[in-house]
């Protein structure tokens, strides 16, 4: 029964565009909290301009928030609010696209399956010009992995070279006394 409630659009009572600012609310937290704080202050104001009890924050707005990651929060973000019948209100990015519900994508006929595979076949047979252009690459990938094998051999022969060793540096030793001088 839940799928087909689900299929069912909901009435939406009232639509709104806000522009929420959210510098206040986040300039109280730590840096390391900022975006949390403004998704909540994102959320307490809906719930009081809009008058609602329960809130989803669309994708768009959500990524717009966290885009500069979790210190950088916008100062404000611009965003369509929709309230249906059952109080639910929907926050979503201003411009964000659409979404359209899922449509099952359609299975091929197994029969061009086959006539695509026969195809192949017979490209191969004839000696087209895949075979030709595979055969080509496959050469000079041989040729390269013996390059890089040779390359390898004769970093191995070379010798293992260290930096010489520097002297230990002195220690410093202060030459001023720890007491002061008397005159005397």
Known sequence: ???????????????????????????????????????????????????????????YANTELWKHGIRNPPHHIKVNCQKDEEGLVKVELVGAPKEKPKEEPKKPKKKEEKSEDVEIDVKDALGGEDTEKKQIKDNKAEKAKKIEKEEIKELKKQPKTQAPKQAPIPKKVDKHPTAPMQKG
Not at 5 to 13: A, L, M
Not at 44 to 49: G, L, N, R, W, Y
């Open 1 to 59: 029964m839940a799928k087909k409630d689900d299929k069912k659009e909901k009435k939406i009572i009232l639509e709104r565009v806000y522009n929420v600012p959210l510098r206040k609310k986040y300039q109280r937290a730590p840096r390391w909290k900022r975006t949390n704080r403004a998704v909540s202050a994102l959320r307490e104001f809906v719930m009081k301009h809009m008058k609602a009890t329960e809130i989803k924050l669309g994708k």
